[in-house]
C-alpha cells in the first residue's frame, strides 16, 4: 500500500494575487506557509477489475469516464494511469471547504501517490506544475496557484507568479527564532462552517479578467502589502507583521460581498479586543479559520473560545508533500 501525506496551508500575506487573471498581466506574490495537518491519501491493488475510490463517498466503477470525482478522474487521465484493480482512499485532519488549500492538497499528493505507484521519482515543482493544470486549465477552477505550490514544497515559502505563468520559489529569508516566534503567536480558530472557495473566488475571477479598476487596485494593494508583510518578517518585526495583517484585512473583506458576514466581523472585534495584533479569515473568506496573531496568546484563547470557536494549533510543515508508506 501507497499511503502519501500533503499539508495544508496558511497565506500569510499577498493572497489573491496567484489567480492567472491578475498575475498573467500584473505578477503576483505572496508568502505561504504549510502546517502539520494533512491530507492523507492512499493507493492499493485489489483483486477486482473495478477501480474504488473513497473519500466522503464511495465509488466503484469499471472506467475513468463513470468516475464522478474530478480530481481522482482528471489526475488519473493526465498521467496515463489505468484505474482498474486499484483502490483510491483518502482523510483528511481538517474538513474540506475551510480556507486551507485542500484541493490543492489532495491533487498534489494524488499526483505524488501515482508517481509512486509508477515507481518514478518527482520534483516538488513537477508536481505543482500538474495540480495548477489539473485543477485551473482541466477543471477550469477560478482558483489561484499558491495551494498546490506550498502543498508541494511545504516551509514558510515566498511565491512570485511571473505574467509568463513561471513561478519562482524561495524559503522566506527570515531566523530561525523569528520562524518560532511567528509559530506560537499566530492562533488558528474554527468557525464552524465552512464554503466552497470556487463560488467565492469568481467573482473576483471575472472582475479581474474584465480589469475592473476596483478589483485591480485592491490586488495592487493586496500585492505590495504582502511585500512589506515579507520584510516585516525578514527582520523579525512581528507585531509589524501582526499590523499588516489587519490592515490586509480591512482590504480583503471589501473584495468580494461574499467574503464576511456580521458574525465573522464580531468574532474579529472580539480578538481584537482581547489581544489580536491583527488577523483574517483564511482562504477565499465567507467561512472557515480565523487567524490571529498575538502577543497575549492566553488572552485571546480565552475570548475566542469562549464567543463559541474552536481553537487549531498547529506547527509549521517544512517537508511538503511526502511520501510515508510504500
Known amino acids: 500500500m501507497i499511503i502519501v501525506r500533503a499539508p495544508l496551508r496558511i497565506t500569510l500575506g499577498g493572497g489573491g494575487t496567484d489567480l492567472p487573471s491578475y498575475y ?12 502539520n495537518k494533512y491530507i492523507y491519501l492512499t493507493i492499493h491493488q485489489t483483486f477486482v477489475e473495478d477501480m474504488i475510490v473513497k473519500y466522503s463517498q464511495m465509488e466503484r466503477v469499471s472506467t475513468l ?19 482498474n484493480h486499484l483502490e483510491v482512499s483518502s482523510l483528511a485532519d481538517i474538513p474540506a471547504g475551510t480556507g486551507l488549500g485542500s484541493s490543492g492538497s489532495f491533487c498534489v499528493a494524488l499526483l505524488q501517490a501515482l508517481y509512486c505507484h509508477r515507481k518514478q521519482p518527482v ?3 513537477t508536481l505543482a506544475q500538474l495540480a495548477c493544470e489539473v485543477e485551473i486549465d482541466r477543471l477550469k477552477e477560478p482558483i489561484g496557484k499558491q495551494d498546490q505550490y506550498i ?3 511545504g516551509g514558510v515559502t515566498c511565491f512570485d507568479f511571473n505574467c509568463n505563468d513561471t513561478v519562482n520559489t524561495a524559503a522566506l529569508n527570515c531566523s530561525q527564532e523569528a520562524i518560532y516566534n ?6 488558528l480558530f474554527f468557525t464552524g462552517y465552512s464554503r466552497k472557495a470556487s463560488s467565492i473566488l469568481k467573482d473576483q475571477d471575472q472582475r479581474s479578467r474584465q480589469n475592473d479598476p476596483e478589483m485591480i487596485d485592491n490586488l495592487h494593494f493586496i500585492k505590495d502589502l504582502g511585500q512589506r508583510s ?6 523579525a518585526n512581528l507585531h509589524e507583521f501582526g499590523r ?17 458576514n456580521d458574525l465573522v466581523d464580531e468574532w474579529y472585534k472580539i480578538g481584537m479586543r482581547n489581544g489580536a495584533v491583527g488577523g483574517k479569515l483564511v482562504g477565499a473568506g465567507g467561512g472557515g479559520f480565523m487567524l490571529f496573531y498575538t502577543e497575549d496568546r492566553i488572552r485571546l484563547r480565552h475570548a475566542m473560545t469562549e464567543s463559541g470557536l474552536k481553537e487549531v494549533r498547529f506547527n509549521f510543515d517544512f517537508e511538503g508533500a511526502k511520501v510515508i508508506a510504500n
Open 24 to 35: 498573467r498581466n500584473h505578477g503576483g506574490s505572496l508568502i505561504a506557509a504549510a502546517i
Open 65 to 83: 469516464e463513470q468516475l464522478q470525482h474530478p480530481l481522482v478522474r482528471e489526475c488519473f487521465k493526465l498521467l496515463e494511469v489505468p484505474g
Open 123 to 125: 520534483s516538488s515543482e
Open 151 to 153: 502543498a508541494a514544497y
Open 182 to 187: 511567528l509559530e506560537e503567536n499566530l492562533l
Open 230 to 235: 515579507k520584510k516585516a518578517l525578514e527582520i
Open 244 to 260: 499588516l495583517m489587519h490592515e490586509h484585512w480591512l482590504f480583503k473583506r471589501n473584495r468580494s460581498p461574499s467574503m464576511t
